[in-house]
Structure formats: C-alpha cells, structure tokens
C-alpha cells in the first residue's frame, strides 16, 4: 500500500479514497508517506477541524519539509472554523491560492458518513479542491470504512483497500502482548511456544484487524493450556469476528 501511495503522490494523483476499519493503523502508514515525501500532513475530523500532525512541531522544526503550512492554533493545534468539510474544502483553497510550496497530504476521516447526503455547497468545494489538487501540491486521502464517491468526482479519487496485518505484524502484535502479560501486576508466567507452536497462533490470527489480533492473543493468554498461548481461542474469536461482518462463514 505505501509504495502505491508513493507512486500516485510522484504521479500527481488527485485524491484516494482508502477503505478501512483501521483508522490509527492507516493514519500512521499514512505519516511514514509525508516522512517520505518530506511533506506536511493534516487530518480533518468533523470533531476538530483541520489538525496538522506531521510534522508535529513548531514552526523552526518544518523548515527542512517541503510543505505549506496552514494558520494552525498554538492553543488548540488545529485550524480555526474547519469543522464541516465544506469548510475545510474552502480553507484549504483559499489559503494555498498564492502559494509556492505544496500543501502536502490532506487526509479528511469518515467521509463516508457524509458521502450520501452531500450538500451542494460542500460538494462543489470538493469537487473544486480535487480539480487544482495537483497543481498545488496537495494529496487528498479520503479515510473511512467505506465510501460511494459522488458521481461528479468520482474520476479524480482512486480506490484503495487498506491491507489487514500480515504474518510479519501480527509477530509484532503478538510478541507485545506477550511482553505486557509479563510486566502486568499479575506476572503472568507464560510458556514459550515453539517454533510450529507459534505459527499455528499467528496463522489463527490471519485475516483479524490489529485491535481484533490484539483482543484474540490477550483472550488466548487468559486462556492458557499448560501455560502457553491457545491457538483455538484465536480461531474461535477469528469464527466470532466473521460473523460479525454477516460476509463470510467460517465452516
């Protein structure tokens, strides 16, 4: 997923739109891009407004990003009156109208909670942002468990599905867990698993989120058989989360 995000920012891709139940997981890969790119990233939640987070610093710590950075509040680190996405469309317009540096990445959360019920105004001013997007230097990144882009921009957004953890991430989730059990007031005395031991629970885990990895392993260690991690529980909570989604089977 990084390499294509940085292929489309080198291309002057407009906008993505990036399918996910990860939010934190994808807002970070998403700082590892702008860490890149050398670019300023800002995040738009209906809740806050336009917050910068990367770089997250004062003004002395940006001059070696190639970003335009916007009027944030030293107070409240976000931009003033950005709450409604329209807004926040406007604002961002506006204030790179002059502008001789990229904006950088523009990141607006749970889009697709609005995405039906766009006003006209509020989808103009998308719509108005996405088509100079390139020129100024700014990558929109739409963020939400799922979205069905209006009609009137739908050819400037690519959609993109955030990738589920991998063996290699759900090692990290697993091995951290395992720490924290240890360390907790209680001392957990856990077993090492061995080799085959260990990747039968990491192969349970295959197809679960972070936090639902995380939820999984914890279970599994409060469960313990002889003291080591239970593979069947992560199976059984991998069964419960598939019936959650109402998509799949577990047969």
Same mark, same amino acid.
């Given at each position: 997923?990084?390499?294509?995000?940085?292929?489309?920012?080198?291309?002057?891709?407009?906008?993505?739109?990036?399918?996910?139940?990860?939010?934190?997981?994808?807002?970070?890969?998403?700082?590892?891009?702008?860490?890149?790119?050398?670019?300023?990233?800002?995040?738009?939640?209906?809740?806050?407004?336009?917050?910068?987070?990367?770089?997250?610093?004062?003004?002395?710590?940006?001059?070696?990003?190639?970003?335009? #950075?916007? &009027? *944030?509040?030293? $107070?409240?680190? /976000?931009?003033?009156?950005? +709450?409604?996405?329209?807004? @926040? =469309?406007?604002?961002?317009?506006?204030?790179?109208?002059?502008?001789?540096?990229?904006?950088?990445?523009?990141?607006?959360?749970?889009?697709?909670?609005?995405?039906?019920?766009?006003?006209?105004?509020?989808?103009?001013?998308?719509?108005?942002?996405?088509?100079?997007?390139?020129?100024?230097?700014?990558?929109?990144?739409?963020?939400?468990?799922?979205?069905?882009?209006?009609?009137?921009?739908?050819?400037?957004?690519?959609?993109?599905?955030?990738?589920?953890?991998?063996?290699?991430?759900?090692?990290?989730?697993?091995?951290?867990?395992?720490?924290?059990?240890?360390?907790? #007031?209680? &001392? *957990?005395?856990? $077993?090492?698993? /061995?080799?085959?031991?260990? +990747?039968?629970?990491?192969? @349970? =885990?295959?197809?679960?989120?972070?936090?639902?990895?995380?939820?999984?392993?914890?279970?599994?260690?409060?469960?313990?058989?002889?003291?080591?991690?239970?593979?069947?529980?992560?199976?059984?909570?991998?069964?419960?989360?598939?019936?959650?989604?109402?998509?799949?089977?577990?047969?």
């Amino acid at each position: 997923m990084r390499d294509k995000m940085l292929n489309y920012i080198s291309a002057g891709f407009p906008a993505v739109a990036l399918r996910t139940v990860e939010e934190g997981r994808a807002l970070d890969e998403i700082v590892e891009i702008a860490k890149a790119k050398h670019r300023n990233m800002f995040v738009w939640t209906c809740t806050k407004g336009i917050e910068q987070v990367w770089p997250a610093g004062e003004a002395k710590d940006l001059k070696k990003y190639n970003g335009f #950075k916007l &009027k *944030v509040s030293r $107070e409240t680190k /976000t931009v003033e009156d950005t +709450e409604a996405p329209g807004d @926040a =469309a406007v604002h961002i317009l506006r204030a790179t109208a002059a502008q001789k540096e990229p904006l950088g990445i523009m990141v607006f959360c749970d889009m697709h909670a609005f995405a039906e019920h766009l006003d006209p105004a509020t989808e103009r001013a998308i719509k108005d942002l996405l088509s100079v997007a390139p020129k100024r230097g700014i990558f929109v990144v739409f963020l939400g468990a799922g979205w069905t882009i209006p009609r009137s921009f739908e050819n400037a957004v690519t959609v993109m599905d955030f990738d589920l953890p991998d063996r290699d991430d759900l090692d990290e989730v697993l091995a951290f867990i395992e720490s924290s059990a240890k360390q907790s #007031k209680s &001392k *957990v005395n856990l $077993e090492a698993l /061995t080799s085959g031991e260990r +990747e039968d629970v990491l192969r @349970a =885990a295959t197809g679960l989120t972070h936090i639902e990895a995380e939820n999984a392993f914890a279970l599994a260690i409060q469960e313990r058989v002889d003291g080591k991690i239970n593979a069947k529980t992560v199976y059984r909570e991998k069964a419960a989360a598939v019936r959650r989604s109402g998509l799949m089977e577990i047969i």
